[in-house]
């Protein structure tokens, strides 16, 4: 058998046992081998259980359409690998030592705070940076914080929205916080040290400048931008969607009932048509200076998926860097073509890896 056009798909343990079993996934492995049987390539999704270092090969699934059904494959390692796993083992730094930039996405240390620290050496990226420091002590984040109208207390590493709290700058050392569950209190400085103090004790934050977001209906939104090698090896935008936040919240995450809507559509009603290509624009160009600064750290990186928010003066703001993209936006904002496009170039960057 000629193995040649395979293109390994590494998925987590549990993505994969769920995608063999037919349960719904945000990963929709079937799109791999629908674009891989127009691109002469063969897709096998495995997972670091099913890789043998030793002898150089993997137990796999391909899908097969006429039982259809995953089966079980045994093959030499491919060629190319794309990784969807996120986070460090021995095995996955092995591999990439292995193969270099033919595992694209390659183990990456995500600490929100030595990403903005990589992305301020870069003097296009730099100046839409919101400021940013560690929380590690808090006399110092009380006099820093005080210098904003609001800043977003965030986990080191995190996604989904889940434990931010909103801090607002009241005046005269009064701060009005937001927690992520529970009801909002007013706190005066020394109340907010010592709050703070708990915060830090029990996971690692760090405390952000807030951006004041354009707002849809009154909501505060910003962007999902997919970024991602493609046919050249060169970073391309795979689709941008809005996320707009539900009401009286400053959450825009679609897992905080954020809801998703086409970027048009949304600019549109903030700002004069003649002025959303030149924003979109602008979007693209700091995402793509994004990547490309990240990829000097980080050479297999490959994928990425942004949020930007715009201003209520149309500037865009790089709010956060997400590794492996669940890319579930785009088809709630109803854009099946940039959905798809978000795994057909996985494997048009796979096609250009192997020549």
């Known amino acids: 058998m ?17 995608i063999r079993a037919g349960f719904a996934t945000r990963e ?4 791999y081998f629908q674009f891989g049987k127009r691109l002469g390539l063969q897709p096998v999704l495995f997972d670091l259980r099913g ?8 137990r796999g699934y391909v899908w097969h359409p006429t ?13 190319v690998v ?10 996955l730094t092995r591999l990439s030592q292995i193969m270099g930039k033919r595992l694209f996405n390659p183990p ?11 992305l301020s050496r870069n003097p296009t990226v730099r100046t839409h940076l919101p400021a940013m420091i560690p929380l590690t002590e808090t006399t110092k984040a009380v006099a820093w914080i005080d210098k904003y109208p609001v800043v977003f207390i965030k986990p080191v590493i995190g996604s989904l929205g889940q434990n931010i709290i909103r801090i607002e700058n009241m005046g005269k050392g009064s701060f009005l916080v937001h927690p992520y569950i529970g009801k909002r209190t007013r706190m005066s400085t020394s109340g907010l040290a010592r709050y703070l103090g708990t915060l830090k004790q029990r996971r690692y934050y760090l405390v952000q400048q807030g951006i004041p977001l354009a707002r849809f209906n009154g909501a505060p939104f910003d962007f999902r931008v997919s970024v991602q090698k493609g046919r050249f090896g060169r970073w391309e ?39 959303i290509q030149a924003i979109l624009h602008r979007i693209s160009h700091l995402s793509i200076a994004t990547c490309q600064e990240l990829e000097k750290t980080w050479p297999a990186f490959a994928d990425a998926g942004l949020d930007v928010g715009v201003d209520q003066k149309g500037r865009p703001w790089l709010i956060e860097v997400n590794f492996r993209d669940l890319r579930i936006i785009f088809p709630l904002a109803g854009d099946k073509k940039m959905f798809q ?7 048009l960057y796979a096609a250009f890896l192997r020549h």
């Open 2 to 18: 000629n193995c040649s056009n395979n293109v390994g798909i590494l998925l987590s343990s549990q993505l994969l046992h769920r």
């Open 28 to 31: 929709q492995a079937k799109l």
């Open 51 to 58: 890789l043998d270092l030793t002898n150089r090969r993997i």
């Open 67 to 79: 039982s259809r059904s995953y089966i079980p494959v045994h093959r030499p390692l491919p060629p």
């Open 82 to 91: 794309h990784s969807r796993v996120l986070g460090y083992s021995p095995k």
């Open 108 to 118: 990456i240390r995500r600490e929100k705070v030595f990403i903005h620290r990589l």
């Open 237 to 275: 935008i795979s689709g941008i969607a809005a996320k707009v936040a539900r009401k009286q919240s400053h959450m825009t995450n679609i897992a905080q009932n954020g809801k998703a809507m086409r970027a048009w559509t949304v600019l549109n009603r903030c700002f004069p048509k003649q002025r």
């Open 341 to 347: 496009r978000t795994y057909l170039n996985p494997l």
